[in-house]
């Protein structure tokens, strides 16, 4: 693992691109620049056509499913207008499905953002043997979600191993899977143990790319450790942070295979999360429209999420340039 | 930023430190060397409480079983077919939309370059319901042609257009411009000038959508119904009794030899890997 400090030189590079000023202005339309809008377009072309259809489709297609109520069966479709949306507000299952998401959508990515900082920290020492334990933790990011679900099942199973390890102490059996906050728990320690490692090298990467002389500075200037963390380093790595972050809240609300394969959504709707229940409704139950209602509901939260984010980075993230 | 701004119990600390960083590390690999324990145990074994960690009798016929109860060699072909054309078409359709987009910005590029962003930000769970009926209209349930499309199309290609972009965004354009006196066509200028120039992003590119495609989960539970067309991950929740229950250690010894070959892979590619996925995540 000699290679980590690399990532270091990918990173910085990058984002230079980021600053890089864009090309000299001119909206000229001489024959040169007609021939290099054909040129551009027909690059352009296969990737933007190919998304806006399948993609541009779906959308179009997913809201017009959600304004009818669909039998899977005798395919028939009938216009109901706004009710998919109507029964979600009245559903009693949505009372617990949608803070279930709201609490994964929080906890991991507030707490998944400062664990992996907390962990680039703590791996961004020079000691012998430190690349063994940046790898232990990346290695989960290699496996499968699913397969780290399946090994995660086997271990929370009911006399399984992490009730013998609380055993050894003398506490438990504990009833992990059967539902209420300590599954959530349990989930959530699944979901964020499986990608925090990625997010954990990222961020490793910007805190060696903060230049040594700000640290000294501050350190001669008698801050202390963490006083220096805080006021030197972390606004100098905090676009990184903001990115994962961003990434963190878009991936907190795919929580789905864990959902599935170790408790199925239960007992009864306890453990579910809104992506579980758009697969469950339109997959098991072939509630086609309301699935679609759940799906559009999910899609303008994701949006409307990163936007506000977005929308207030300039509160939190600290420019050199700007 | 070292922790090492005390000074009297030197050593006591760096233990300290030791058993910290070997702690957190074992919450981290400690699942993956029981699921590697629990693979070689017999099903008695592994019913037992409390559980032995090493397993008193080394059971590989657990492997050997693997392929007596589903086609997974075949399975984890159709992985790998899914993994490569992902990628091929994650290339061929991002990298000449990453140099159009930094190098040639055709007007309202900008637009399009956001439009093309929204797709990082697509939760493939939202689209799953029109692009299942899509994929029944088109004819393609229970093949692998969803897997390979729909995921190349909107969750790849928005990720790697975005790394191609950047990567291109470095090069300084005077590059194309000398080469352009020289009389070189635009083409010509894209390919032998600066395509070669952005091989570890284009690493990255390969990283980020082999790995995309082999974790799809989702999409494979949707579209595939039949055994011999499953993709692995799909593949491992099959591996149960008669009665639905999970057969640990066969489950266990598939999912080690599903976890295997990404392992060795990043052993020997280590550099790429980490270097792709930090790519993948540049500053916004």
Known sequence: MHSMNTTTGEVATASQGMRSPRRRGGRGRSPRDAGRNLFGYTLLAPGILG????????????????????????????????????RILHDPDMRTIFPNTALFVLVLSVLGTVVAVALAVMLNQKIPG?????????????????????????????????????DIFGLGPYPWLRGGPLTLVIFAVIQMTKNVGVNVIIILAALQAVPNELIEAARIDGAGA??????????????????VFMLM??????????????????????????SFAIYQQAFELND?????ALAVILFVAVLALTGIIWQLRKRFVYHESE | ???????????????????????????????????????????????????????????????AKIFQLQPFLRQFGNSIVVMAAVCVLTVLLSVPAGYALAKVRPIASSLLFIILLSGIFL?????????????????????????????????????????????FLTLPAEFGEAATIDGAT??????????????PSLASVVVISCWYSWNQFLEPLVYIRDVNLLTVPVALTHFTDPYGGPLWNVQMAGTTLSVLPVLIVFLFAQKHVIAGLTAGGLKA
Do not use: C
């Open chain 1, 288 to 292: 086609i429209g309301y699935a679609s």
């Open chain 1, 226 to 243: 963490w006083s220096r963390f805080r006021h030197v380093v972390v606004p100098q790595i905090s676009p990184t942070i903001l990115m």
């Open chain 1, 249 to 274: 809240v878009t991936g907190s609300f795919k929580v789905f295979e864990i959902v599935l394969l170790l408790t199925d959504g239960g007992p009864g709707i306890e453990s579910s999360v809104l």
């Open chain 1, 51 to 86: 998304f806006v259809a399948v993609g541009g489709t779906a959308l179009v297609w997913v809201f017009w499913l959600s304004l009818h109520s669909i039998n899977a069966l005798s395919q028939k479709q009938t216009f109901v207008g706004l009710d998919n949306y109507a």
């Open chain 2, 186 to 199: 635009r083409l010509r200028t894209m390919l032998q000038i600066f395509l070669p120039l952005v091989r």
């Open chain 2, 1 to 63: 930023m070292s922790l090492s701004s005390g000074g009297a119990s030197r050593t006591a600390k760096r233990s300290a430190n030791y058993l910290l960083l070997t702690v957190v590390s074992l919450l981290f690999v400690g699942p993956i060397l029981w699921m590697v324990s629990g693979s070689l145990k017999s099903i008695n074994e592994i019913l037992l409480y409390p559980p032995t960690v090493i397993p008193s009798v080394f059971r590989w016929d657990n492997y």
């Open chain 2, 123 to 167: 939760p493939p769970e939202a689209t799953i319901v029109p692009l299942f009926l899509f994929a029944s209209k088109l004819g393609w349930m229970n093949t692998l042609w969803p897997l390979i499309v729909f995921t190349a199309v909107l969750t790849t290609t928005p990720i790697a257009t975005f790394i191609m972009r950047q990567a």
């Open chain 1, 130 to 166: 430190i690349n063994i334990f940046r790898s232990a933790i990346f290695i989960p990011a290699l496996v499968t979600m699913v397969a780290w679900a399946l090994v995660w099942h086997f271990i929370v199973q009911p006399k399984g191993a992490l009730d013998a390890a609380f």
